[in-house]
């Protein structure tokens, strides 16, 4: 980082403008990599994803908007068959992440994708395995996780489990409808 850029990110303002822009646009830019690179076009993802209209995905994907909630992200992760890790870093390993904002670079390789190709196997070596409980308004969420085998490399699997009457139908479902309505009601 050249000395005049680096006296810019010393000034509180202008990094945290800088991540918001980053973050917002930087999403926008890869749903759009992700959608063109499968070939789909923006009313099949909305309603693949459960989004609604065309329009509430060309907002998603357009720089200027913004307003993007961490539920619409996994259902467009889990539309895209990919994960979404949203987590806070230090600015070094922020920088790092940022230095490749090609529209290569933000293509994502679906599970299907890398499983096919070993890619997982060679890559998951262990998971850290913890339970959080939260109280969020009137329900409790419990994040449990599950142990699946993937050619003989052990990975978690996340279950939200919302209220104590729901956790029972969710816990025997592996469709995301019937997860997201059970943690709804």
Do not use: C
């Not at 489990?161 to 309505?181: P, R, Y």
């Amino acid at each position: 980082m050249t000395p005049k850029k680096l006296s810019k990110f010393r000034q509180r303002g202008y990094r945290n403008g800088y991540v918001k822009a980053s973050v917002e646009q930087g999403m926008a830019f890869q749903l759009r990599a992700l959608r063109s690179a499968r070939g789909l076009t923006q009313k099949e993802v909305a309603t693949g994803a459960g989004l609604g209209s065309q329009s509430a995905v060309a907002r998603l994907e357009d720089p200027s908007y913004g307003r993007m909630s961490i539920p619409t992200l996994l259902k467009l992760g889990a539309y895209y068959d990919v994960a979404l890790s949203v987590q806070f870093v230090a600015y070094s390993e922020f920088f790092r992440n940022k230095q490749n904002m090609s529209e290569e670079a933000m293509q994502v390789r679906s599970f299907e994708e890398e499983d096919s190709q070993n890619t997982l196997k060679k890559n998951v070596h262990s998971i850290a395995h913890f339970s959080v409980n939260s109280s969020l308004r009137t329900n409790t969420f419990n994040y449990t996780p599950q142990v699946i085998d993937l050619q003989e490399t052990q990975a978690s699997v996340w279950v939200v489990a919302g209220t104590k009457a729901s956790q029972s139908s969710i816990s025997n479902s592996k469709n995301l409808k019937d997860v997201e309505n059970a943690t709804e009601n």
